[in-house]
């Protein structure tokens, strides 16, 4: 709703109303049989200058019983005389409680307005208090890990015993998949506050993150990308495609394919889709794998903690954008993203991806470097 908060645009606006109502007061004295016109136009201005201006109450009801005792002295003069008829003044009346119950809409679309503002700001302090007390918790967790993984990696690499060995080993996969679960808490908590929007080259966000993982995972990696540029969070985004590729690779062996491809859909959407050979999931798992903390039934010691895909849900969701999962048992799983392009006018291009450029290939590429940090469960 549209409010007057400067004090000088308030008087100069309340100014200019006492005029309009004083020229259209004396047009009542002056057209006796004619003041139905300039009688209801300083009641509606008044509405109006109320709702725009916001004046105290005792400003209000000061307004509102002056206009009601002006208004009403012409019509019941020219009632007195036989101008009018007597009936014509229970209009004094009657505009008087329309123009009340306005002044009281108004006030009551006002503090719910406040409230709702309110509440908005309450939402962004508790989201970021939260943000930072999960990045806090975040960074220990890690830290100690990061600490414990180290001493227990001396233990495996210096200990001549093979059980202590073997042990030390289990210990350093559960680490791993500890600090993962960190890193996808932090990135599902970080998904609720508001992204920071740009224009993105989507195809060389891809295309970056294909080379990244096929020199990580051993795989035949395809892919294909012609989408061109999107509004949105190329930090985000990053992270859903990481998320998506992780579970590709979890679910698949060194002969199965994870094609990664990218096109545009009419003029004002993209779709990204992420699609496997590999071990499917069952029927009655494929509308639930997108829920928080849900994994497939089939998952056995690759299941994770079930966060991965409702990480990508809320990305792609709060772009307004949709997610569908299509999977078949033992032949592999095609997750597709479909969101709008955006107003590429209305951010500046300042995402790292915003100038790269990129060319559609359909490439294999092999073998194993590093592993990447992000890590996603079906």
Not at 27 to 49: A, C, D, N, R
Not at 165 to 173: E, F
Not at 277 to 301: C, K, M, W, Y
Request: charge should be neutral.
């Amino acid at each position: 709703m549209l409010v007057i908060d400067s004090s000088r645009a308030k008087a100069w606006v309340t100014a200019g109303w006492i005029v309009f109502s004083s020229v259209n007061a004396y047009l009542m004295f002056k057209l006796p049989g004619q003041e139905t016109i300039p009688y209801h136009l300083i009641w509606v201005s008044f509405v109006l200058l109320y709702g725009l201006a916001s004046w105290s109450r005792a400003t209000t009801w000061g307004a509102f019983s002056a206009i009601t005792f002006v208004t009403a002295f012409p019509l019941l003069e020219h009632a007195r005389s036989g101008v009018i008829g007597m009936s014509e003044c229970s209009e004094i009346v009657l505009m008087a409680v329309i123009a009340a119950l306005l002044v009281w809409h108004v006030n009551r679309h006002q503090a719910a307005q406040r409230r709702l503002a309110e509440l908005r700001e309450s939402e962004r302090e508790r989201s970021q208090n939260r943000e930072i007390a999960t990045r806090f918790g975040s960074h220990e967790l890690r830290t100690r890990l990061t600490i414990a993984r180290g001493f227990t990696e001396y233990i495996h690499d210096k200990t001549a015993d093979e059980e202590t060995r073997s042990d030390a080993g289990l210990i350093l996969v559960e680490m791993d998949k500890a600090s993962a679960l960190a890193t996808n808490l932090m990135t599902f908590v970080r998904v609720a506050a508001l992204p920071t929007l740009a224009q993105i080259d989507l195809d060389a966000l891809i295309e970056s993150a294909v080379r990244r993982w096929s020199a990580s995972v051993d795989r035949v990696w395809i892919s294909s990308a012609s989408a061109g540029m999107v509004l949105g969070d190329a930090e985000r985004f990053e992270a859903a495609l990481d998320c998506l590729i992780e579970n590709a690779t979890k679910f698949t062996t060194l002969t199965d394919s994870i094609s990664i491809r990218a096109r545009a859909d009419g003029p004002g959407a993209v779709v990204v889709t992420v699609e496997d050979s590999g071990a499917g999931i069952p029927p009655q798992d494929v509308h639930r794998v997108t829920e928080l903390f849900h994994t497939s039934s089939t998952a056995g010691n690759r299941a994770g903690s079930g966060l991965g895909l409702p990480i990508v849900r809320a990305i792609v969701e709060a772009r307004g954008g949709s997610l569908q999962v299509a999977s078949l048992v033992g032949a592999g799983t095609r997750v597709t993203i479909r969101m709008p392009r955006g107003n590429l006018g209305s951010a500046s291009a300042h995402s790292p991806f915003a100038h790269a450029t990129s060319q559609d290939t359909g490439t294999e590429h092999p073998s194993p470097l590093r592993q990447p940090a992000a890590v996603a469960e079906r």
